[in-house]
């Protein structure tokens, strides 16, 4: 009986049923979208996300100019986006205990040191320096913990600073110990003590592995310590507090517009509804049809919706908000659909159920 209501039902308002069926899947997709932003806006301001972005390699204090062709290597072969790869050099008086960076492209570059350093633009090196490889240094203006060892900061003379023998023009200052040198222009005889490498975007744990097999083939250097990034306990438990509230709220918005159109259809069907009691049908049997026509419907719709954000809007959208490839996995798509799917039939019941408790004599004055 069921079959053939869906089938006369199909018939006369198949328009109906497609508008509903689409209207749904991008109300959800929507949803999720603006899930994935909220959720990547809670953990961008968290410490964590920057743990889940970086690769530390402790190794033995190795000459630069030996492990640079392995660098470029590495940099050339990495499967995924990175922002930088910067080192940590071994203590020297010189050196003041200061970092090298390494960026392959300028406006990586600037972003980082703007992002990171609040410095200006006027502060940083043009973009034909950083081409040239000029020899431009930025320098920190925080005492390193060393006492021994001076800062570059204080070492400045006519807004140069001379390392090893060679001058380098002073192009401006940020919140941190020692010095930031552009990649190339370094002296040859300094040595490396620690390698990191800094993503654009939160890895995977599979993604990590992957990372790190790439690492281990490119360098043959003993490692005394390393910090591979994982799907951290603190940004997950962000992650998970966030998307959750959001999901919640917007599932019932969304379910809540759904059920506003579906009872504009039933609106439509007044008729066919006064007949079916007429005939003996009991409200029950009323209610009961209409339930399973929405279900159908907001299964089909929630099945749709995730494929369609999984395979299309996801893949766009985690180019620039990276958690979205970290929080919308398949765990997340069927809490997502069961959601939907409970919330929608509770909001059945309480918004449309009541509709067919009215008398046959009003429904069929009203018609």
Known sequence: MFIKYMGKNLKQGFLGYIFIVLSEIAVICVIMLTNGIIVNTVVENDKSVYQAKTFS??????????IEDNVNEFAKRMPYKFSEINMLVSPAEELYGGY???FYDYDAFKNYMQNTFDVSEDQLPTKEEFDNKEKVVMVGNIPPAHKLYPTAFESVQDGNLYIMGDKYKVSGYYGG?????????????????MIEIQMEDIVTDEQAKEILALYNECFDMPIGWQ???????????????AYI??????IIISV???LLVFKYMLSARKHSFAVFRLCGFGKSVCILYSGMEFLLMSVMSGIIACVVFDLLIKPAVAVYYGIFNVIFDFNYYIVMFLG?????????????APFYARSITRELAEM
């Open 340 to 352: 939907y799917v409970v919330i929608s039939l509770i909001m059945f019941f309480v918004y449309i």
């Open 256 to 258: 809540f517009n759904t």
């Open 227 to 241: 910090s591979v990034p994982k799907e951290s306990d603190l940004l997950e438990k962000r992650a998970n507090e």
């Open 57 to 66: 390699f402790l190794v033995e204090s190795t000459k630069l100019s030996d």
């Open 100 to 102: 090298l960076y390494l």
């Open 177 to 193: 110990a020692g010095i930031y040198m552009l990649w190339g222009t370094q002296p040859d005889n300094i040595n490396v003590g």
């Open 245 to 250: 509230v959001t999901s919640v709220l917007m």
